[in-house]
């Protein structure tokens, strides 16, 4: 027999009533009635039930041991009871009759309750990670991300695509978010960086000659987190060469579609080749935002016309300085009290913005201080042209375009979720697409790249010579799935004269260029083609698919809000003789000064 078990704790059925067997696991949970003893044994892949009687010699052991205490059981198979049989196990209908253990560890007490769906504070959950993960639902989620990253290895070498591991250990790049610096000890004062993203050795793996490459690939950014954003994550880069941005979306969307129907437990997904594309100034005009949550029904749309002379003074001014003013319907809220739209005036002042005006209506009767001041014949335009019944409200953003494009789409998403709009039980992905090329930075008063600025313009070098920069769209596209961005991509920009010519509208010399990207800039005066290609984020594919609202659900060891291991201690004091050998001398943080030193004094009492 072997040393540690037979079978695993999900195997044993009826057929197997009888049989002498040996399990391993875990003590998930114990139930005494009086003389017998019932444990629910668990490993990796379920639970048996383990019984023990007077007749046992394990049952003195089993009544002794704490919970999570890992056992072998040497026993034999029995049918449960008509009455005990539980449907929701696949060993349900058995049991093992305990006639010996070893107790393999003991485990001390508990700092969170494995078998209890209680919540913890995350702190413990991410200092006992170990622990966490033996849970249910968190065990479920990184099987699932197993699962996922299998199916998308599967589909893109059947897409044709090939499998290549890029460095780690990079140069950092003057353009993106912040890099993870690593000093190096054969070179004195230069450091590598943790790639953002495999972008550039992509590109080259493709000037190389190589057609199709995909990885599962580590990333590293040092920005601040978010509940969908972690500082090392995994997505799935891929790249092509001789291609279109069709070529791509065909490329992807069926590896996408396909691994959201397989793990979707029934939920409707959009098809590969339906997959909406949306201009990128569309979905800032509908949606109030480039990450549309198309599962929410309302459509934003731009009123500014009808406040150009209006007895309502505030948004003729705003209109009047070159403002805009967009609305967000709110259907079948003739029953809502006033209440309910003077909180989502207040809930935008929380917000930061100045505030939410709105319009009631009840059978045909407006309410409301705008509506008073533009008049019923006006509303009634307004209505009629806009397709609203009598009985639905309407919510006003008004200001600076990208003000109230960006308070619309507030709006827009808390009015749906408030009224129960959003469909649910379905995944809807839509492609943003022509981004604009650049955009004007109001701080620095200069024309900049407004995304990426190794895309290539729409019109190549033609329209970089002959049109206003700010009309200049890229080739660029993001894959968005029920309001998440799962990636963004682009058709580069593989000619260099091409990439000069941009950077200097962007203020950039021809010497800089060479300077901040010589490795590509190089490579692609060698002979390169058109290529392009995306990344969508592993760990946001998988957290929409686990229903998940955290993205630190779906990682093993996860890193914490302030980017901290607080199981492993990371990041940690290094010695001082592992400073020199990377030739580093650390600075100690300013020492907090009047009332702040105070309480510090206070806190080490």
């Known amino acids: 027999m072997h040393a540690y078990r037979t079978h695993n704790c999900a195997q044993l059925t009826k057929e197997t009533v009888g049989e002498t067997v040996r399990l391993s696991g875990w003590v998930h949970n114990k139930r005494d009635h009086g003389g017998v003893l019932f444990v629910d044994l668990r490993d990796h892949y379920g639970i048996t039930q383990i019984v023990a009687d007077s007749d046992s010699e394990a049952l003195p052991v089993l009544e002794k041991l704490k919970l999570e205490s890992v056992v072998t059981i040497d026993g034999t198979v029995k049918a449960r009871a008509d009455v005990a049989v539980n449907p929701n196990l696949p060993t349900g209908e058995i049991e093992v009759f305990a006639r010996s253990i070893t107790v393999q560890s003991r485990a001390e007490d508990l700092p969170l309750i494995v078998n209890s769906a209680e919540d913890y504070p995350e702190e413990t959950r991410l200092k006992y990670r170990f622990v966490d993960l033996r849970r249910e639902r968190v065990h479920a989620n990184i099987m699932l991300r197993n699962r996922v990253i299998t199916s998308l290895r599967q589909r893109m070498i059947a897409q044709g695509f090939s499998e290549f591991q890029t460095p780690i250990l990079g140069a950092s790049s003057p353009e993106g978010a912040r890099d993870y610096l690593v000093p190096s000890r054969l070179h004195p004062g230069r450091f590598y960086a943790l790639p953002q993203a495999p972008q550039m050795f992509k590109q080259l793996l493709m000037v190389a000659g190589f057609d199709r490459y995909f990885q599962i690939a580590p990333c590293f950014r040092d920005e601040d987190l978010r509940a969908d954003r972690s500082p090392e994550f995994y997505q799935l880069d891929f790249e092509m060469s001789f291609v279109t941005q069709e070529d791509v979306f065909q490329a992807i ?188 930075d109001e701080d620095a008063k200069k024309v900049d790249f407004s995304h990426n600025p190794f895309s290539m313009p729409q019109g190549e070098m033609e329209a970089l010579e002959t049109q206003d920069p700010l009309d200049i769209k890229a080739w660029q596209y993001d894959i968005v799935c029920n309001g998440y961005e799962l990636s963004s991509g682009a058709i580069r920009n593989h000619r260099p004269d091409i990439m000069y010519k941009a950077f200097e509208i962007a203020g950039y010399s021809q010497a800089d260029v060479d300077e901040n990207f010589s490795g590509m800039i190089e490579a692609f005066k060698l002979g390169a083609p058109p290529h392009g290609g995306s990344a969508p984020g592993i760990d946001r594919i998988v957290m929409l698919l686990a229903d998940e609202p955290n993205i630190r659900e779906v990682i093993a060891f996860p890193l914490n809000q302030k980017a901290q291991d607080l199981m492993m201690g990371a990041p940690s004091l290094v010695s001082p003789r592992q400073l020199r050998d990377v030739h580093i001398r650390t600075i100690d943080a300013p020492k907090p000064e009047g009332a702040e030193a105070a309480r510090a004094d206070r806190s080490g009492d």
């Open 253 to 440: 969307e069926p590896v996408l579609a396909g691994v959201f129907e397989e793990f979707s437990g029934g939920k409707t997904v959009t098809l590969a080749g339906e997959f909406p594309r949306i201009p990128y100034a569309e979905s800032m005009l509908k949606y109030g935002t480039d990450k549309p949550d198309l599962r929410n029904p309302l459509v934003i749309s731009d009123v500014t016309a009808h406040f150009e002379t209006s007895g309502f003074g505030l948004f003729e001014k705003i209109v009047g300085g070159g403002g805009r003013v967009r609305v967000v319907p709110a259907p079948e809220t003739h029953e809502k009290s006033r209440k309910f739209f003077d909180e989502m005036n207040d809930w935008a002042r929380r917000e930061g913005f100045a505030g939410l005006g709105y319009v009631t209506r009840k059978g045909g009767e407006f309410g409301g201080p705008i509506a008073k001041n533009h008049g019923t014949e006006g509303m009634e335009k307004l209505y009629a042209e806009l397709g609203l019944g009598e009985n639905d409200g309407l919510f006003f953003a008004a200001g600076k375009e990208k003000d109230a494009a960006k308070l619309a789409g507030a709006a827009r998403t808390r009015v749906g979720d408030v009224l129960g709009l959003v469909e649910e039980g379905c995944y809807k992905f839509c492609w943003i697409v022509d981004f604009p090329m650049f955009e004007y």
